[in-house]
């Protein structure tokens, strides 16, 4: 799990173009919206592609989108339960 | 000023090749917008409206039987010639004017297995502009005005703003756009298409459908004999807020309407004027206008969406819309929202919902687009 | 020509340069456009991480506006224009979103997406300077003088503008131009420009088209 959120915080960084962040910059709980990294719609369709892209699960729709992408912490639990 | 007159169109979309066409399917409530089964496409059926190849092929072939022009060139040529043919004025003189609207022109050619007879070059929006221009032996360089999905209504604002100054007499606007892999892909990603057919300001509504259209337009300083409709006002403003997504307080939208009312210097009110909504059918958008009409004390005008007849033809759907617009105005009828059923935005509208005689002297033309851009034009019976 | 209309400032991006009102300010030479458009952000900006979001045309309008923004940061973001024009569209952003679509490795990136139509760098305009007046796009081969000034007398004429932002922005193939330049109208009174230079035609042109 910490090796999976330590690669997710980079492909994370590297896929929305965040200059001058830092994986260790990343809180794995916070919330990556509103907030914390204050990401907006089309990085959170961006994280939709980097999930299909690097872990193979696809994200059928914008609101599952919402749940899943809550947070590093949230995202992680999702690709382990989803993986195959 | 000169005054601004509207005095030949055509529409080529799925629902035909000629404007009456088009307008007996609206009136009709027949939908142009189907299931696309189309690799070339998408990897998966998408609904859109398609316009019919075989058709245009054989509509081509009237005019010419070259071989080196792109599907946009052939329906941008097919249409603007069948609109030159309602005219009677020489317009291969350097008082008129070729304005294109397209938001992708051929970007179908990016792709290296796509007509592959046709230069690469075509993909840049002015050349393929200028093969345009010279089947027609336009005079002057043609303008390309490429605003999201607001061209068409800009395209219509800024025509009308240069004959108003005298700078040219006429003006001929043809807006289009065509199906590609290329934004089919990218509005996949955006995943704002709709699984269905779209439900412009409708409750249940959840996406937009793509689809490919022309509308050609000439605006000429000279009236018809009769039954004349002129340009009266316009505005194009900014959001500066987001590049995709619209204002929640509808900010451009209401400065763009505000502005060209003022400008307008006339009275309207819900029995003498409609609206001709964006109405794209995205949870967003739609709730975005209402609050713009709100905001301005126009909410209770007849309002119609026309998206679930044409889909969102992107550089030619204010073309298009305004045709049809001025359609009504001209037949004293008004067009219903096809797919609308259920009040579905935070603000009371008043959406019309079928076919009705209805007298009107103005209709305010909108369109918003990605970028934040916002477009008003209002049209006038006189 | 007596329309109290004058060019202002000017400011052209090129070639790893940056110069404004004929005078060289920032130079970068021999590295990528990239490493270059990122030192001129370093130095011109600093404060706006969004613009590591932004694709190469948009890079390039946000920092020559940038360099133009002493001339309209006092004025009312809804009288301000602005009027852009290129010969490649977003072909560029295009190019880039067309390698997200390739067959065997199709993933259409909707943040390249969103900045395939060229009007979007006037947005990012619009949305860091607050500006909301009338804005256009046009795609030509070349600047057309004659036409834009046309349109942009228009604008302060009777469309309720009073400044603008003017000009020429391309990005293809790594090459790149922005030329843009500020119009304002003055009162008689305004003494404060020694070297007016009044907004026609041809000054228009010299100003956007000069060293092309």
């Known amino acids: 799990m910490d090796e999976l959120i330590k690669n997710l915080k980079k492909e994370i960084i590297e896929a929305l173009n965040l200059e001058d962040v830092k994986a260790e910059d990343i809180d794995t709980e916070a919330p990556l919206f509103n907030e914390g990294l204050g990401l907006d719609s089309i990085d959170a369709l961006e994280l939709i592609v980097l999930i299909e892209k690097k872990h193979g699960i696809k994200i059928q729709s914008a609101d599952e989108g919402k749940q899943i992408l809550y947070s590093v912490k949230t995202i992680a639990e999702f690709i382990i339960k989803n993986k195959k | 000023m000169e005054k601004v007159y509207f005095v030949a169109d055509n529409i080529i979309s799925s629902l035909g090749f000629t404007t009456s066409e088009n307008i007996d399917a609206i009136e009709n409530r027949k939908s142009g917008i189907n299931l696309i089964c189309d690799n070339s496409l998408s990897q998966h059926p998408f609904f859109a409206s398609k316009i019919n190849n075989n058709i245009l092929e054989k509509e081509f072939l009237k005019l010419s039987d070259s071989i080196s022009y792109t599907k946009f060139e052939k329906v941008c040529i097919v249409s603007i010639s069948k609109a030159l043919n309602k005219i009677n004025f020489a317009y291969k003189t350097s008082d008129t004017l070729f304005i294109l609207s397209t938001t992708k022109g051929n970007i179908d050619l990016l792709n290296p297995l796509c007509c592959p007879t046709i230069p690469r070059d075509r993909a840049f929006l002015w050349k393929s502009a200028e093969i345009i221009k010279e089947y027609f032996h336009f005079y002057n360089s043609p303008v390309v005005i490429s605003n999201a999905c607001i061209s068409g209504v800009v395209a219509i604002v800024t025509g009308s703003r240069l004959i108003e100054q005298g700078l040219y007499k006429n003006v001929i606007i043809c807006g289009a756009d065509i199906l590609s892999e290329f934004v089919i892909s990218g509005f996949q990603s955006f995943m704002a298409l709709s699984p269905q057919i779209c439900k412009p300001f409708d409750l249940n509504r959840n996406g937009l459908n793509l689809g490919e259209g022309c509308g050609t337009i000439i605006l000429s300083n000279k009236p018809k004999k009769e039954n004349n409709i002129i340009y009266c006002a316009g505005a194009i403003t900014n959001d500066a807020n987001h590049i995709s997504g619209p204002s929640r307080t509808a900010e451009g939208l209401f400065l763009a309407i505000n502005k060209a009312i003022k400008q307008s210097n006339t009275s309207l009110n819900e029995n003498n004027c409609f609206i001709s909504a964006h109405g794209t059918a995205t949870p967003y958008n739609d709730e975005m206008e209402a609050i713009a009409f709100e905001r301005i004390k126009i909410n209770n005008f007849p309002t119609v969406g026309l998206k679930g007849y044409f889909g969102h033809t992107l550089g030619a759907a204010g073309v298009i819309e305004s045709i049809a617009a001025i359609n009504s105005l001209k037949s004293n009828k008004i067009h219903s929202t096809l797919g609308f059923e259920e009040h579905g935005v935070s603000i009371p509208v008043n959406i019309v919902t079928k076919t009705t005689k209805k007298e009107n002297e103005f209709c305010i033309k909108v369109a918003s687009g990605f970028g934040g851009c916002n477009a008003t034009a209002i049209f006038q019976k006189i | ?212």
């Open chain 3, 1 to 212: 020509m007596n329309n109290n209309l004058i060019i202002s400032k000017s400011c052209k991006i090129t070639n790893n340069t940056i110069i404004v009102n004929d005078k060289l300010l920032f130079e970068n030479n021999n590295v990528p456009y990239n490493v270059f458009i990122k030192n001129a952000y370093k130095k011109y900006i600093n404060n706006y991480p969004k613009f590591f979001k932004m694709d190469n045309l948009s890079k390039l309008g946000i920092i020559a506006v940038e360099l133009l923004s002493d001339e309209f940061k006092s004025i009312d973001g809804k009288e301000i224009g602005v009027v852009l024009v290129n010969s490649a569209s977003s072909l560029d952003a295009d190019q880039t979103f067309q390698k997200t679509i390739v067959k065997d490795n199709y993933f259409p990136s909707p943040s390249v997406f969103v900045y395939t139509l060229p009007n979007i760098v006037i947005g990012e305009i619009c949305i860091k300077h607050k500006i909301y007046g009338e804005s256009s796009f046009f795609v030509s081969q070349n600047f057309d003088s004659t036409f834009i000034y046309n349109i942009v007398c228009d604008l302060f004429s009777r469309q309720g503008i009073n400044t603008a932002i003017v000009g020429w922005l391309d990005f293809i193939d790594n090459d790149y131009l922005a030329s843009l330049c500020i119009i304002k109208k003055i009162s008689q009174q305004n003494l404060n420009y020694n070297e007016m230079i009044n907004f026609t035609i041809e000054n228009l042109n010299k100003t956007i088209n000069k060293d092309i």
